[in-house]
């Protein structure tokens, strides 16, 4: 369960990663602002999932 649950942490992570650069690249070009919303929200979501896949995970392995 623990070699899972890093697994699904730095896909999390990669999937923020790509979403902030993605949103960088836009604003870089000045291209449409409904864009920079909408890739903005989707890295606070993907950031909160984040958080919570680390934290089970830390919670797991502090209970072996």
Known sequence: MEGFLHIVTYVA???????????????????SPSR???LMRWRVILQFVA???????LYLASRH
């Open 13 to 31: 992570l990669a999937a923020v990663a790509i979403v902030l650069v993605l949103g960088i690249i836009n604003m870089m070009r000045g291209t």
């Open 36 to 38: 920079s919303q909408t």
């Open 51 to 57: 958080l919570v896949v680390m934290m089970t995970a």
